[in-house]
């Protein structure tokens, strides 16, 4: 039997328990009501809606599996389209002969780069991509012809009766090899060190996978450092330093990317297709397509699944809108589980060098972090992710002195970009695995050494990090206690173990993706005079029930039954801009969007209504589907008639509603990313199992609380914790993006059987807690769920291995082999007892005998950019760059 | 996935009769393995040769004087769960179970299980025109190696990935093939070659050769009340479902008074074909088993074993997972799991 | 190489012309205008595809259409006619879903395991379910569910 799993309402001492029969309307059940909720416009309401466990508004097409994804649409006269992808990682294109394609039967279009020339990317600093190779390829799978026909066969057909001559380029296929190219900054002059193929005359253009960056195959450099770090070792009684891998993995949605294109008789353009971000699509599309965006239309399908990998505008978007306008007909295409690995965009796979000072009781003096991102042949997000691996660190324990160094390269595999939380979990894992290992030579309880230095509730960080609302401490002691940690840790049997760790993420990035000054949402409401509510907005729901949050919000203001909304969302024709689901800002941010419309909307009601029926507006209240004079309950009229008597008093009742982030703290270069309306907090317990003989890890239990805010609904919460723990689950022990090293860097694993992914036999159970503190920036004092979970299961596993039996795996994912070769390395040195038992530690380590590990031993020597020197707030700071003549007076 | 002739025989005389005339025809069974094959363009066949329409080819009968008999055909769904599979050849039944997935069992039939082709990334991806493909090379030996052979590689260092075939093997079964002169029997243990003998192909079916039937012998005394036979398979994957073994023992063993009077041990999943451990064997015989023999034995049946560089893991795994596999087939009380 | 098949797609009779390489699953998605089969890897790895063959689950990515002749297919459509069956009310009301591009082969697959096994364990429903890969809910919501429908039904008798 599955034991239930328990949500816990910290703030409130509310407990929502999951139970085996559900309220009519979902499955956890209220033991105590929800407190009353202080409005905006200084009045007070019980909430009816917010923080009930209803069922998502889509449930049921869900259950009878008539949700219409991108692939479900068929047209008439609908054309399909095939891509003919490289084969080679990196070459120049010498020639492509589609002329056998075009005569065959069934084909109506062939198209090559020429039909596409202008370049994209989702970052304007990143135009590198085209939707189909122009003169050069940088990737197996990268995209260089697409054919429309009249069915899949004969464009498969087509497609590989195209000709295609390459000359090949070297390759780069890691870290390393990218930094050390000839033409880089660190350029190595002996060029078949980099295992690349010898050119004949040496062209180090060649070795260039783009010709824009910082320098070679270096994408970007960062360099930023917060106060002072070199001084604040020096008030250091420990340093230590620790180096740590995390293997790049992928989102792997279970519906392949799909897109539809159609050109009405008025030559206007739409797109359907399965897209996080219509609105980035959408501009894109116009720039690639010289048109207008007025005159094209993206409708985002719902999606089975995104998890960040259908954030960037795709090629296959730019194709068959291509393909569409050229032939006059509908072009679809849906690609192969193969081409969405290839697609990629996922988890960076980051090498991550980290120094940290402390005190003897665990106060951290100064951190300084490196990170080394393998960002593959586009850039993608990649300038975001770097920021991303340096930025969060600094928002759960106080770090007063913070230095990060990140770098980014150029590699000829799929481009690496956002997967849930973006960035974070590669250094969150470094973090939280090196600071059990201090908490260990210190002699520090993990939970002690956590506890007792987290950031202050609404405080600035040294990097200008607002924190809010922080409930990081109640988070630990639920996730302490339900575990008995106390009793466990250090005291469980050989092979079996528990860890700790803590993570914290965004509710959404404050600052867009393309620099402007407009709201992030928008929400748009439209009232009917027969009651009916209509609620527009350009956000996507991707099976995280964004649909059914705007649902929420909008029926608890109005007082009306959310399943009686009508939902209209993703649609540029229709819907007002939201910026897309990522970065976890849709709860928040269209949240927001969605409550100023509402309560606008009520407004417009109880103002109308006060005047026709002579009642103060203070005393109107709506609720149960009805406006209600609150002194006078028997007094009411229906939702309906409301909205008559508004209509007639004002005209057709439609408010609109927008959220734009706070400015954030930090002025200086680089500041852009990491600054959120509110930060979510997690801590998470990880019981394991291991078998030394095997190396088998089996995960028993995890407990995590999350820091919410205020849960809008808290049976999806629950979906999105439980959710994110799999992932991080997985990310922990299977799942890798890695690619054959002899062989031209194909793809090891392009499918589902070769990426291993956990099925319903390796999941844990989970315990879940919510932490409700609500955030005075969330609609209702929500924060985000959907990624923050995800960041602390890894490290909590790496540390429950540790505990279970004392070899250190500071590699991601910690498979069977990995610690069975950390097993038996020290087995045979046990047995060796003429040598130390020290396992070659990563650096300094004064005085304890260090464990054995597996893992990375050192990182590159890379000539790091002078930083941008900040002051932090509590030095007098103002979140501006110190001048570097300032910095070189000082000197 | 190219167009082809599909036929659907009138009778096993005839489907052999195509299959031997027609040089591109392949058999297609539950089409689990084939189609994937297909699909990946590894392989394409002129004509297919179903088999599901043939009647009495997915029996399975069992008595005590006769053993064993099942139909190519049966599916593997119906074999994890019949009865007396699970009761007298339970190593047969885990086998069976462990196959992929539900969905793929409700499919996948023995034959197919046992005639199904490796699974090297290199063999399934059609850029590689490997050696098991006709080509020049053996990729994994300086490529991606973690799931390749330990034992018995060379010139090809592939995995038979069948999880049944141990199993059986450790039952003593024999296989019946028919062709188009007739059926010919062996046991299932010679049924499959190393590449030493053919780098292409993993079995001794000659042109329109088809497996028709397993049959696992009675056992010896099995009435009387000191003996015991039990059987037991212990796979290790990477996930519990859907998933190739990275080694798997299979161990069938007949004991009298708590000694091992007969037993037989089998790996999966390290070795071209299934791996028979004579070694293991030898150890045991006579014995009564103990964590010291149980040891003994495993480390002795991979001595010989020779890793590639990323699959030295299997080495340690596979003795200990015959050491387990051992020991609970000897515990008096253990019922295997 | 055409043939003329005729199958019973959600008890109704259907005769349609295929070629030998058409597979079922596209079959049913293109020509018969059944769309809660999805198509997420078409190599039989993921479960979104899965249907009712005769009664029993299979992947229709791995089945050629030309052998479904004669035989009986069931996909959600035919399951709800008008009312949700126990199990997808069970999967409604835990919320089980979220992108529900799973859902079709999870609701066939727990459809087919409560048919052989009233009773099941939660290893019975893990087991059962193993082969139908979700990427968002981590399972327990769809397992919780699935449990709940058996005592659910034990309750009402």
């Known amino acids: 039997m599955i034991p239930s799993a328990v949500a816990e309402i910290a703030g409130f001492c509310m407990q929502v328990t999951r139970t085996r029969d559900p309220p009519k309307s979902g499955r956890i059940t209220a033991t105590k009501p929800y407190p009353v909720h202080l409005m905006k416009n200084g009045s007070s309401k019980h909430l009816e809606v917010v923080g009930k466990p209803f069922r998502k508004v889509d449930a049921s097409a869900k259950v009878t599996g008539q949700t219409k994804f991108a692939d479900d649409i068929v047209l008439p006269r609908m054309l399909y389209c095939k891509i003919l992808r490289s084969h080679v990682p990196h070459a120049l294109i010498r020639k492509i002969d589609t002329s056998k394609a075009v005569a065959m039967p069934g084909v109506v279009a062939v198209i090559t780069g020429k039909s596409l020339p202008i370049p994209y990317g989702i970052l304007p600093v990143s135009q590198d991509e085209h939707a189909l190779c122009l003169d050069k390829v940088r990737m197996i799978g990268d995209p260089v012809a697409a054919v429309a026909a009249i069915d899949e066969d004969a464009a498969f057909e087509a497609m590989n009766a195209i000709e295609v001559e390459y000359d090949p380029l070297p390759v780069i296929s890691s870290i390393q090899d990218a930094l050390r190219s000839p033409g880089s900054a660190h350029m190595d002059d002996n060029p078949s060190r980099t295992g690349g193929p010898q050119l004949a005359g040496e062209n180090k253009e060649a070795w260039r996978i783009h010709g824009y960056g910082d320098h070679g195959n270096v994408h970007k450099m960062v360099a930023l450092e917060f106060g002072d770090v070199e001084e604040g070792f020096k008030q250091a009684d420990l340093i230590r330093e620790d180096v740590f891998f995390y293997e790049g993995n992928t989102h792997l949605p279970m519906e392949q990317h799909a897109a539809v294109a159609q050109v009405d008789g008025d030559g206007k353009l739409c797109l359907w297709s399965s897209t996080q971000t219509p609105h980035y699509v959408h501009r894109a599309l116009a720039k690639v397509l010289e048109m207008p965006a007025s005159r094209i239309r993206v409708i985002a399908t719902p999606n089975g699944g995104g998890f960040g990998g259908k954030s960037d505008p795709f090629p296959h978007e730019m194709i068959v809108s291509k393909l569409a306008l050229l032939t006059g007909r509908p072009v679809k295409v849906t690609l192969t589980r193969e081409e969405v690995f290839y697609c990629h965009r996922g988890r960076h796979p980051v090498l991550m060098w980290v120094k940290t000072g402390a005190k003897k009781d665990g106060a951290i003096t100064a951190m300084h972090f490196r990170s080394f991102l393998d960002g593959g042949a586009y850039g993608s997000y990649g300038v975001a992710s770097t920021y991303y691996t340096g930025a969060l660190q600094t928002v759960t324990y106080k770090i007063p002195n913070y230095k990060f160094e990140g770098v980014r390269v150029f590699t000829n595999k799929p481009p690496c970009g956002p997967k849930r939380g973006h960035g974070t979990p590669q250094p969150r894992y470094a973090l939280e695995v090196h600071l059990d290992k201090i908490a260990e030579q210190l002699r520090l309880d993990p939970v002690a050494i956590r506890k007792n230095h987290l950031v202050e509730p609404y405080s600035l960080t040294s990097n200008y990090l607002r924190v809010g609302s922080m409930g990081l401490a109640a988070c630990i002691d639920k996730v302490v206690t339900a575990s008995d940690f106390k009793n466990k840790f250090r005291n469980l049997p050989y092979g079996k173990g528990i860890g700790l760790a803590c993570a914290s993420y965004l509710s959404g990035a404050g600052l867009p993706i393309y620099w402007n000054h407009m709201p992030h949402s928008g929400v748009q409401l439209r009232l009917d005079r027969q009651g009916g509510v209509c609620v527009m907005c350009g956000s996507i729901d991707i099976g995280q029930g964004s649909d059914s949050v705007l649902a929420y919000i909008i029926a608890e203001v109005l007082g009306i039954d959310p399943f009686d909304i009508r939902v209209l969302t993703a649609d540029t024709d229709l819907t007002p801009v939201d910026l897309g689901s990522y970065s976890s800002r849709v709860t928040l941010m269209t949240g927001n969007a969605a409550l100023e419309a509402a309560e606008r909307a009520r407004d417009l009601l109880i103002r109308a209504v006060s005047e026709k029926m002579n009642i103060p507006a203070t005393r109107l209240s709506l609720s149960g589907g009805r406006l209600f004079d609150v002194e006078n309950p028997e007094t009411s009229i229906s939702f309906a008639e409301a909205v008559q008597i508004a209509e007639a008093r004002f005209g057709t009742i439609g408010t609109v509603g927008s959220y734009t982030p706070p400015p954030s703290a930090g002025k200086y270069k680089g500041a852009g990313v990491g600054p959120s309306p509110a930060y979510s907090y997690d801590a998470a317990v990880a019981e394991v199992e291991v078998d030394p003989r095997t190396g088998i890890v089996r995960v028993e239990r995890i407990w995590i609380a999350h820091d919410i805010g205020r849960a809008i609904n808290p049976a999806l919460t629950l979906g999105q914790v439980e959710g994110s723990v799999y992932m991080g689950l997985g990310e922990a022990l299977m799942e890798e993006m890695s690619y054959r090293t002899n062989r031209n860097v194909v793809h090891k694993f392009p499918s589902l059987l070769e990426y291993k992914s956990p099925t319903t036999l390796e999941m844990c159970d989970v315990k879940t807690f919510l932490i409700e503190d609500p955030d005075p920036n969330g609609p209702f004092g929500a924060k985000e769920v959907g990624q923050g979970p995800l960041l602390p299961v890894p490290p909590a596993i790496a540390n429950a291995v540790y505990d279970a039996v004392q070899v250190r795996i500071d590699e991601v994912p910690i498979t069977p082999d990995k610690v069975l070769s950390a097993i038996q390395k020290r087995d045979e040195k046990q047995e060796d007892e003429g040598e130390s038992a020290n396992g070659g530690g990563t650096g300094i380590t004064r005085g304890v005998e260090e464990p054995h590990r597996y893992g990375p031993k050192s990182v590159p020597e890379v000539d790091w950019p002078e930083p941008v020197r900040v002051k932090p707030p509590w030095d007098g700071g103002t979140g501006k760059e110190i001048l570097r003549e300032a910095v070189h007076a000082r000197e | ?337 | 190489m055409r043939k003329q098949i005729t199958l019973r797609l959600n008890d109704e009779p259907r005769t349609l012309e295929v070629q030998p390489n058409d597979i079922l699953l596209d079959v049913l998605r293109e020509k018969l205008g059944v769309k809660s089969p999805k198509i997420g890897c078409e190599r039989g790895d993921c479960g979104a595809c899965t249907i009712l063959l005769d009664g029993k689950t299979v992947r229709s990515c791995l089945i050629l259409a030309i052998e479904a002749d004669g035989h009986e297919v069931m996909t959600v459509e035919g399951l709800s006619r008008g009312s949700l069956t126990p199990v997808q009310q069970a999967l409604l009301e835990h919320n089980s879903f979220q992108c529900g591009f799973c859902a079709p082969g999870v609701v066939l697959a727990a459809t087919e395991l409560l048919g052989d096994n009233p009773h099941p364990t939660e290893q019975d429903v893990k087991e059962a379910l193993s082969g139908n890969l979700c990427r968002c809910t981590g399972y327990q919501s769809i397992i919780e569910a699935i449990i709940d429908v058996q005592e659910k039904a034990s309750k009402s008798l």
Request: net charge positive; charged share 20%.
């Open chain 2, 1 to 337: 996935m190219r167009n082809f002739q599909h036929f659907n025989p009138a009778s096993l005389a005839q489907a052999t009769t195509t299959l031997s005339s027609k040089p591109d025809a392949w058999v297609i069974a539950g089409g689990i393995d084939l189609l994937g094959e297909m699909k990946n363009g590894i392989i394409q066949p002129g004509t297919l040769v179903n088999l599901k329409t043939l009647p009495n080819l997915d029996y399975i009968k069992f008595s005590e004087s006769d053993g064993l008999r099942i139909g190519a055909m049966a599916t593997l769904a119906k074999i994890e769960a019949h009865p007396d599979i699970r009761k007298h050849f339970t190593v047969l039944s885990q086998a069976a179970h462990s196959v992929a997935t539900p969905q793929i069992r409700n499919v996948g039939t023995l034959g197919g299980n046992l005639c199904q082709r490796p699974r090297c990334w290199y063999y399934r991806n059609p850029a590689f025109h490997c050696l098991k493909k006709g080509g020049k090379e053996c990729f994994s030996v300086s490529g991606e190696n973690k799931y390749n052979a330990i034992l018995g590689g060379g010139p090809v260092f592939i995995v038979h990935p069948s999880d049944c075939a141990p199993a059986l093997i450790s039952l003593g079964a024999e296989v019946t093939v028919a062709g188009p002169r007739g059926k010919r029997s062996m046991p299932l243990e010679k049924f499959f070659i190393l590449p030493t003998e053919n780098p292409l192909r993993e079995n001794r079916l000659q042109a329109g050769e088809v497996v028709t039937e397993v049959h696992v012998p009675p056992f010896h005394d099995a009435g009387s009340s000191s003996s015991a036979h039990r059987s037991v398979y212990l796979k290790v994957k990477e996930r519990g479902a859907w998933d190739f073994a990275l080694a798997s023992a299979a161990v069938s063993m007949e004991t009298n008074a708590g000694m091992c009077r007969s037993v037989r041990v089998v790996l999966g999943g390290v070795a071209p074909i299934p791996w028979r451990c004579p070694q293991a064997e030898k150890t045991c015989m006579g014995k009564q088993i103990d964590e010291a023999l149980a040891a003994e034995a495993g480390k002795a049946s991979l001595a010989q074993a020779v890793p590639l560089g990323k699959n030295d893991y299997k080495v340690e795994m596979a003795a200990n997972l015959i050491k387990r596999a051992l020991l609970m087939c000897s515990a008096s009380s253990a019922s295997p799991r």
